[in-house]
């Protein structure tokens, strides 16, 4: 994956859940995705939106949960987004 332009986030050597899933990735060669070292680097401010997704994509919907989870994909492949 190709580096960020925000290197301070990037390098942000963050603590919690989100740190340790980064450092896991990158111990089993596994690419991050740039949203996780952003979610890393300011956990205060973007609890809310984890907190926003996990409603959106779990919470109660005409769609279950794998439906939503095949339009993320495949928006995600058009745009061309690896996650």
């Given at each position: 994956?190709e580096p960020m332009y925000l ?77």
């Open positions: 994956m290197t301070d986030v990037e390098t942000h050597n963050g603590t919690g859940p989100r740190a340790d899933a980064i450092e896991q990735m990158r111990a089993a060669g596994v690419p991050v995705p740039q949203i996780m070292h952003l979610f890393a680097f300011k956990p205060d401010r973007t609890d809310h939106l984890a907190a926003f997704t996990q409603g959106v994509m779990r919470g109660p919907s005409p769609l279950p949960p794998g439906q939503r989870e095949l339009i993320a994909a495949l928006t995600s492949k058009l745009n061309q987004c690896l996650f």
